[in-house]
Every structure is written in structure tokens, then in C-alpha cells.
């Protein structure tokens, strides 16, 4: 399905960190999602590696880590510095780098981003970035990019109680057989880290709702006025 070049996959054949990954993650998927503000600036990068929906695991990385991965990836020529901008704009170049075609791309950032999935998570997690006709177009693009000396995913055998296996990328080194499983269309789902963000917000206004109630209460005592549901004395 595509034609690789030998000289552009040599620079890009080392294992990524985690944040590395992240990076070109969020470069691919933000040139389909927002491509009116893409390629991106530093601080909107950093907010897309941090960002707590469709993200797994969640990162709390700062802009000097996220510029530190960019120069690296730039080395990789994975990722290109754009010129004529005031403010450094920065673009993914997976596609020459790794030497695979847009669909597969669309794959990878998608694993990137949201952890092992199966093809039928993948096409619908994938649905923004490419519009994939079925889970066998899928399936092909996968085993493409499983094959060859230097494979770029892996499918990982079935654990008890799954009907489908899972597949999991290798750019940044082997995967173990028991990665935790992205849950399917995860941007309406809630990190741990955001549920007790939540839970505390919560709590805070159910605080602050008391202290209104009482004051209230005290206000209508003063003027002699009836609240209704209050109760009499």
C-alpha cells in the first residue's frame, strides 16, 4: 500500500519515549481536528499531550519537556520547525520519516494516543483523522504495519473474556501482553485523575451552596419573611 524510502526511515529507526510519542500523537491528530490553528505552537502542544480525554495514560508534561522531545524528534526529522511564524509552529512528518501511507499514520497516532484497541475501536477511534470503510480496511492497514524487518504494531494475544484481539504500537519499544484497554469512544470518558477533580469541585460547591442557605435563612429571620420549605420555629 505505500513506497518506502530507505534514506528518510534511518533517522527515525530508534525506540521514542513515551512523551516523544505523545508529541506526534497530538501533531497528527490536531492537523485533522483543528486544522485552522495547525501546524501548532508550544503551549497548544502541551496542552494536547496533557489534554484528560481520549488520552491514555494522562500526562502532566511541561512546555520545556515537550520542547525537549520536539528538538529530539526534529533530529528524526519526525517533526519540522515551521518558518515565517513569530511564534515557532511545529508539524508531524511521520508519514516520509516512517515511510507509510496517511491510513496507517491515522492508526498509529490513534494508538499513540488512546492505548491498545481493537480494529473495530481503532476505526472508530480513527474516524476524525480517517475515515476508514470497514474493520477489514482496517485489519489490512494493521497487518502492513506489522510486517517487514521493523514492525510498527503488534497484536497482542487475547486475554480471558475478550472477543477480539488487541493491537498496540512498538514505536516506543515492545509492549507487554497486558497493557490496560483503551475504552471505546473515550472522549465522554473520565480519567481517574479528572474524577476526583470533579469529586472535589463538587464537594466545594455543595459547601459553598450550605453557607448561601444559611445566609438566607439568617436574611428572611431579620425581615420576618416565610421561605417556603424552611422550617417553623
Known amino acids: 500500500m505505500n513506497t518506502s524510502n530507505e534514506s528518510i526511515e534511518r533517522p527515525s529507526s530508534r ?6 510519542a505523545r508529541v506526534l500523537g497530538v501533531l497528527v491528530e490536531k492537523q485533522h481536528t483543528v486544522p485552522d490553528t495547525y501546524p501548532l505552537s508550544l503551549n ?10 481520549a488520552r491514555s495514560p494522562v500526562m502532566n508534561a511541561t512546555e520545556a519537556e515537550v520542547l525537549e522531545a520536539i528538538e529530539s524528534l526534529k533530529h528524526a526529522s519526525l517533526v519540522f520547525e515551521s518558518s515565517g511564524n513569530r511564534v ?97 469512544g473515550s472522549d465522554d470518558s473520565v480519567s481517574r485523575t479528572e474524577f476526583e477533580t470533579l469529586k472535589a469541585e463538587h464537594k466545594q460547591m455543595a459547601s459553598e451552596l450550605a453557607r448561601l442557605q444559611a445566609a438566607v435563612a439568617q436574611m428572611a429571620a431579620e425581615l420576618g ?9
Open 88 to 184: 515557532p509552529r511545529f508539524e508531524h512528518n511521520m508519514n516520509r520519516a516512517l515511510g507509510v501511507a496517511s491510513q496507517s499514520v491515522a492508526l498509529l497516532a490513534t494508538l499513540i494516543l488512546r492505548g491498545p484497541q481493537t480494529a473495530a475501536e481503532l476505526r472508530l477511534n480513527s474516524a476524525r483523522l480517517h475515515g476508514f470503510a470497514d474493520t477489514s480496511s482496517v485489519e489490512a492497514f494493521l497487518d502492513e504495519l506489522a510486517a517487514g524487518e521493523a514492525p510498527r504494531v503488534v497484536k497482542l494475544a487475547r486475554t480471558p473474556g475478550e472477543r477480539e484481539n488487541r493491537w498496540a504500537h512498538l514505536l516506543c519499544g515492545e509492549v507487554s501482553q497486558d497493557m490496560p484497554q483503551a475504552t471505546a
Open 15 to 20: 525506540q521514542l519515549t513515551p512523551l516523544e
Open 44 to 53: 497548544a502542544l502541551t496542552s494536547g499531550c496533557n489534554q484528560k480525554t
Open 225 to 233: 419573611i416565610q421561605i417556603d420549605g424552611a422550617r417553623e420555629s
